[in-house]
């Protein structure tokens, strides 16, 4: 199916008719009868969150992790043909409309058509909430809460694809009634809008005590926290923590200083770090995410096969970062793959990924002589959570801190202590990602602690050397963590800290595609059709940097 690409200043009446599906049908399909006589916030904000760009189904990993994001910081083996890095905008411009408007009305599991339009939901949702009496308000001012949450998640992670972009005036004719071409917003101001409004969000959910009504409906409609006020106070904090950080290079003066206030009043500013629990944390009752609907059966098997080259294992993370140091997590992250002898399917000799800079067609002959990603944890995994916090990336962003600033606070702990609970964390996740496939290819038990004790003390992964050093592992060990099903973040943070040091990188004979973009291009819906465009008209190339993206002082 083809995607009909969108101008975002006139469609968004929570979808007018170029959006391809009218007001009154969107109204029908969040309208529930039996609980509401009118179009339902409640089942807005759940809309919002039905979101497969988040969670990890075909069409995302296979046009946008696998093209792109995976590709750009290497959490994805690519196709290494000239056009590696050319990348393709009409996929980019479908990533871009899944934001501004509603593209999951289909039961399809491999439809483009992907995203929730978070931006265009919220408008609605704010929409509603201001045309219902002030005595009804507190039934639902939770979800709009929440729902400014998850747009201001979604909002920084465009931001850090694509930079400046409408967002205030997006959605005018839902909100005013009238039509205009919204304008593009700078970057950076956009950035510091975003991260004030995280912590007016925290700050609600830390003060608020919902009626018996209220807690009923959220805890029904938020199948992501489940209703819970100080987990969405803990993920807006912590979604804060990143953004704070992603920007410290370019303005460290306020990160450092925001940072430093999270420290020294952790009790305001609760986070989702674990607990300081390691090896035994639960992601499942700790981490952020949402799960694939129950009626979803599909897996990434296509999405790695299409293209067949991302189904091998990333040089670097596989023969540089892992395996010199026995990494526990390999048989959980990798198989071994093989060829058959005959009838018998014969196994590699050991865990080993290709060369990062071989040609395609040297790929495609030698790929059974490689590891490739593993089968039970990615490969056939119908129930492959989406990703939106976890407590080992926050214990990282909280090592990287303290390792660069000496930050402390009470019960602080030390940068040493925040690697290596993040790294113990990490490794619990990826053994809680393989036990959500009931069907093991390969049957293996969580990695103990003896084992990770033991992992922790390899010279590659100890918290040794010098402070750049110690960041590096930091730094490295978080990328790593965030693999293709978080590429997004791993690519906004190769291009933030500039590691991992890739040691073998395929160069393109293409003129003008020779490496990696800094950015995704804006679509034809913009170029076309925004009058506004020409205001960023200039800085519209693939060598444009996201304003953070500056050297290290």
């Avoid at 916030?41 to 039905?50: P, V």
């Avoid at 993370?317 to 048989?331: G, H, K, Q, T």
């Avoid at 496939?437 to 050397?465: C, H, R, W």
Wanted: proline content about 5%; aromatic content about 12%; hydrophobic content about 35%.
């Amino acid at each position: 199916m083809k995607k009909t690409l969108k101008n975002i200043s006139c469609f968004m009446m929570l979808a007018v008719a170029l959006a391809g599906c009218s007001k009154s049908q969107l109204e029908d399909k969040y309208n529930d009868p039996d609980k509401t006589t009118n179009p339902s916030i409640e089942k807005l904000f759940s809309g919002m969150m039905d979101n497969n760009r988040v969670r990890p189904q075909y069409w995302d990993i296979r046009t946008i992790v696998f093209v792109h994001t995976g590709v750009y910081s290497q959490v994805s083996t690519s196709l290494n043909e000239s056009t590696v890095y050319q990348g393709n905008l009409t996929y980019q411009g479908q990533r871009w409309n899944d934001y501004y408007v509603p593209n999951n009305f289909t039961n399809n599991q491999g439809d483009v058509n992907s995203g929730s339009g978070p931006m265009a939901e919220y408008r609605t949702i704010m929409r509603l909430y201001n045309e219902t009496p002030i005595e009804s308000r507190l039934n639902v001012q939770v979800f709009t809460i929440a729902a400014k949450t998850l747009l201001l998640d979604q909002t920084s992670q465009m931001v850090d694809l694509f930079g400046d972009m409408p967002y205030t005036e997006a959605g005018s004719l839902d909100v005013s009634n009238t039509i205009s071409n919204a304008k593009f917003q700078d970057q950076k101001a956009l950035y510091d809008t975003i991260m004030a409004g995280l912590k007016d969000c925290a700050d609600y959910f830390a003060g608020t005590a919902l009626n018996t009504n209220a807690a009923a409906s959220f805890s029904v409609q938020d199948y992501a926290l489940h209703g819970s006020l100080d987990k969405w106070r803990r993920y807006a904090n912590s979604l804060r923590l990143r953004l704070l950080m992603r920007t410290s290079f370019v303005d460290e003066a306020t990160a450092k200083a925001a940072v430093q206030e999270m420290f020294a009043t952790p009790l305001q500013y609760p986070l989702i770090d674990g607990a300081n629990v390691g090896d035994n944390y639960s992601p499942a009752n700790t981490d952020v995410m949402i799960m694939q609907p129950t009626v979803y059966t599909d897996n990434l098997g296509s999405a790695f096969s299409d293209l067949q080259a991302p189904m091998g294992a990333p040089d670097y993370m596989l023969n540089v970062a892992m395996s010199p140091a026995n990494d526990p997590r390999i048989p959980f992250m990798f198989d071994k793959y093989g060829k058959k002898v005959g009838n018998t399917f014969v196994p590699n000799a050991t865990y080993r990924a290709m060369p990062g800079d071989w040609g395609s067609s040297t790929q495609l002959d030698s790929l059974s002589y490689f590891a490739t990603y593993d089968s039970t944890t990615f490969r056939f995994n119908s129930k492959l959570p989406g990703i939106m916090m976890t407590a080992a990336e926050v214990n990282f962003l909280k090592a990287e801190a303290v390792e660069r600033w000496g930050i402390t606070g009470p019960g602080a702990l030390s940068a040493a202590q925040y690697y290596e609970l993040g790294v113990r964390q990490a490794i619990a996740f990826i053994y809680y990602l393989y036990t959500t496939n009931s069907t093991k290819y390969e049957a293996l038990n969580q990695p103990s602690t003896a084992t990770v004790d033991a992992f922790m003390t390899q010279p590659t992964i100890a918290y040794t050397g010098t402070s750049q050093e110690k960041l590096e592992k930091i730094w490295v060990q978080k990328w790593l963590h965030f693999n293709i099903l978080q590429a997004t973040q791993a690519w906004s943070e190769t291009r933030r800290t500039d590691y991992p040091k890739f040691q073998r990188v395929f160069v393109s004979t293409l003129p003008g595609f020779e490496n990696a973009p800094n950015r995704f291009r804006y679509p034809l819906s913009e170029t076309a059709y925004n009058t506004s465009y020409k205001d960023v008209q200039a800085k519209d190339t693939r060598d444009a940097k996201i304003f953070w993206d500056v050297p290290q002082p």
